[in-house]
């Protein structure tokens, strides 16, 4: 499965940092709730991978990943945590491998114009594109769909809910990421209602 086909017509895709693993499933229930089930849990916390796999075992609606892949090892790793894609904010062959080994479909980064037509070359045609709102944003994503129009990007890196909906109006953006669904404030107060009306907003951003 493409990570194009995964997100299947859904116009955000939460990255979500866990510090406490009994939050993760009720952030993910909220969450698919709220229309965005594609989630991206962030490998940055010691409880990221359990996160996952009660995320995987007890919300079977939820399409979970990883994200701030860096590592090689990362990607079996993740998969057998019960990860269904991840991603990574850059791309090195090291990396390619591991997520080919691993069969999981995998979204790297590109910054740059030579970044995207590298990673072309190499087959992919849906790349992240970090860190999207210090590197150009929407008039970059504007100018390269003109030379490059065959790649799609989910904008990633400063993108808020002010700004998502500028992304998605152009033919090239796929989706975008974001941490603004799950702001630290409501998480530590398990304002579980509140995420999901964050991400019920979010999810109809497309048809806006």
């Avoid at 693993?21 to 010691?46: C, N, S, Y």
């Amino acid at each position: 499965m493409s990570f194009l086909s995964l997100m299947d017509g859904v116009p955000v895709m939460p990255l979500v940092i866990i510090d406490a693993v009994a939050d993760a499933v009720p952030m993910a229930e909220a969450l698919v709730a709220g229309g965005l089930p594609v989630i991206e849990v962030a490998l940055r916390t010691p409880q990221a991978l359990a996160a996952v796999e009660a995320i995987a075992t007890r919300v079977p609606q939820a399409r979970v990943g990883v994200g701030s892949v860096i590592d090689p090892q990362q990607f079996a790793r993740s998969r057998d945590a019960g990860a269904r894609f991840a991603v990574s904010p850059g791309a090195t062959p090291a990396l390619e491998s591991a997520a080919q080994a691993s069969g999981l479909p995998w979204l790297p980064a590109a910054q740059t114009v030579s970044e995207v037509l590298a990673l072309r070359e190499r087959g992919h045609r849906m790349l992240k594109f970090f860190p999207a709102q210090s590197s150009g944003g929407v008039a970059f994503m504007r100018a390269i769909a003109g030379p490059v129009p065959d790649v799609q990007f989910c904008p990633t890196g400063g993108v808020a809910a002010e700004t998502a909906g500028a992304y998605l109006a152009l033919a090239n953006v796929a989706c975008v990421g974001g941490s603004w669904l799950t702001p630290s404030a409501l998480v530590s107060a398990r304002d579980w209602d509140a995420i999901r009306q964050l991400a019920a907003s979010a999810s109809g951003l497309r048809g806006r």
